[in-house]
């Protein structure tokens, strides 16, 4: 069998889709699967398993060669997780025998539309993310499979993060903030971010390690909490790969971020976490573990029940103190064992 899975998305929807990528591994031990993504998650796939094929599609002219590598594929399925113009445009090309995608009531009056022969009813709007992929299996009899995020770090990441970590002095517990992201209305007040680290250093004696992009937006905003709390931490934006930042996560104690592919890094190898959303909704996108909080502007303790409809709020909403509980209520239990 031979199966063309497209997902051109960001970095977290790649993520979210590992749990379908083992399902249909599992189900068909002997298939072919490829992948097509976007250039956005190259640094990612080194950690993603189960697949035989990867296409990068950059939207240039070199695209030309997998454009023709695919119309030659002899694919038996298409699932195209992405459902925007140019994964249609993908899913047209494969030629798949099945050529599958969600459904919705304007898709169908799209001239897109005619890319696919089969809709699976998965309303995105009222389903996690990783629900709404997994729904797209259904027409290959995979239903029930299991949510775990799947990721396997290359071990010349782990050995980079441990490299670091012993340059900077930090032992084997420690907490990371990681306050940045692409989006600014993400952030949450550099002041806040101070008092909680030193809270956490006061209450823990445990290092507290910054993490974080190099865009100027997100290095602003880290000077800015560095200026603002008084205990020293260690200041690792910039310096890591994406997956070397995956490496420090699993190995963190706790993990305390926005709405960021951290908090997925955290959720595949349950480290426990504090995650701030705002203007995202955390229905879709929430870690599903135990030893995750949500925190959401408007909510005085960690949410537990999310709602689909729920609309964005400012970062600001989410009060220092609330945080702060978070952080002492997940520290306050036993510590996992090591990987």
Same mark, same amino acid.
């Given at each position: 069998?031979?199966?063309? *899975?497209?997902?051109?998305?960001?970095?977290?929807?790649? /993520?979210?889709?590992?749990?379908?990528?083992?399902?249909?591994?599992?189900?068909?031990?002997?298939?072919?699967?490829? %992948?097509?993504?976007?250039?956005?998650? #190259?640094?990612?796939?080194?950690?993603?398993?189960?697949?035989?094929?990867?296409?990068?599609?950059? !939207?240039?002219?070199?695209?030309?060669?997998?454009?023709?590598?695919?119309? %030659?594929?002899?694919?038996?399925?298409? *699932?195209?997780?992405?459902?925007?113009?140019?994964?249609?445009?993908?899913?047209?090309?494969?030629?798949?025998?099945?050529?599958?995608?969600?459904?919705?009531?304007?898709?169908?009056?799209?001239?897109?539309?005619?890319?696919?022969?089969?809709?699976?009813?998965?309303?995105? !709007?009222?389903?996690?993310?990783? $629900?709404?992929?997994?729904?797209?299996?259904?027409? %290959?009899?995979?239903?029930?499979?299991?949510?775990? /995020?799947?990721?396997?770090?290359?071990?010349?990441?782990? =050995?980079?993060?441990?490299?670091?970590?012993?340059?900077?002095?930090? !032992?084997?517990?420690?907490?990371?903030?990681?306050?940045?992201?692409?989006?600014?209305?993400?952030?949450?007040?550099?002041?806040?971010? !101070?008092?909680?680290?030193?809270?956490?250093?006061?209450?823990?004696?445990?290092?507290?390690?910054? #993490?974080?992009?190099?865009?100027?937006?997100?290095?602003?905003? /880290?000077?800015?909490?560095?200026?603002?709390?008084?205990?020293?931490?260690?200041?690792?934006?910039?310096?890591?790969?994406?997956?070397?930042?995956?490496?420090?996560?699993?190995?963190?104690? *706790?993990?305390?971020?926005?709405?960021?592919?951290?908090?997925?890094?955290?959720?595949?190898?349950?480290?426990? =976490?504090?995650?701030?959303?705002?203007?995202?909704?955390?229905?879709?996108?929430?870690?599903?573990?135990?030893?995750?909080?949500?925190?959401?502007?408007?909510?005085?303790?960690?949410?537990?029940?999310?709602?689909?409809?729920?609309?964005?709020?400012?970062?600001?909403?989410?009060?220092?103190?609330?945080?702060? $509980?978070?952080?002492?209520?997940?520290?306050?239990?036993?510590?996992?064992?090591?990987?």
């Amino acid at each position: 069998m031979n199966i063309l *899975l497209l997902q051109l998305k960001r970095i977290g929807d790649l /993520i979210l889709t590992t749990p379908s990528i083992a399902a249909l591994r599992e189900k068909f031990p002997d298939a072919s699967l490829s %992948l097509v993504v976007s250039p956005a998650v #190259t640094e990612l796939l080194p950690a993603i398993t189960g697949v035989d094929k990867v296409f990068t599609v950059r !939207g240039k002219t070199d695209d030309a060669f997998d454009w023709i590598a695919l119309s %030659l594929g002899r694919f038996d399925y298409c *699932l195209d997780f992405t459902r925007n113009d140019r994964s249609a445009f993908l899913t047209f090309l494969s030629g798949a025998r099945k050529r599958i995608t969600s459904d919705h009531p304007n898709l169908r009056t799209k001239l897109r539309a005619k890319s696919y022969n089969e809709f699976v009813e998965s309303p995105v !709007g009222f389903l996690h993310t990783v $629900d709404y992929h997994l729904a797209l299996l259904k027409p %290959l009899g995979i239903e029930d499979a299991s949510r775990t /995020i799947r990721l396997e770090l290359p071990e010349s990441k782990v =050995q980079t993060a441990d490299e670091l970590l012993s340059a900077a002095g930090v !032992g084997e517990e420690f907490v990371i903030f990681h306050p940045g992201s692409a989006r600014a209305e993400k952030f949450w007040e550099a002041n806040r971010w !101070g008092e909680v680290i030193d809270q956490c250093v006061r209450q823990t004696g445990m290092k507290c390690v910054i #993490t974080g992009g190099r865009s100027a937006i997100e290095q602003a905003q /880290i000077a800015a909490i560095k200026a603002a709390t008084k205990s020293d931490v260690i200041d690792l934006s910039g310096k890591t790969s994406l997956l070397t930042l995956a490496a420090l996560v699993r190995k963190a104690r *706790l993990l305390v971020t926005v709405d960021s592919a951290p908090m997925h890094f955290a959720a595949a190898w349950e480290t426990p =976490q504090v995650v701030l959303f705002g203007p995202t909704n955390p229905f879709h996108w929430h870690p599903r573990s135990e030893s995750a909080m949500v925190l959401l502007g408007g909510f005085d303790d960690p949410v537990t029940e999310f709602n689909p409809v729920q609309r964005g709020v400012p970062m600001n909403q989410i009060s220092t103190k609330s945080v702060i $509980d978070a952080m002492e209520s997940l520290l306050s239990a036993p510590a996992a064992p090591a990987l």
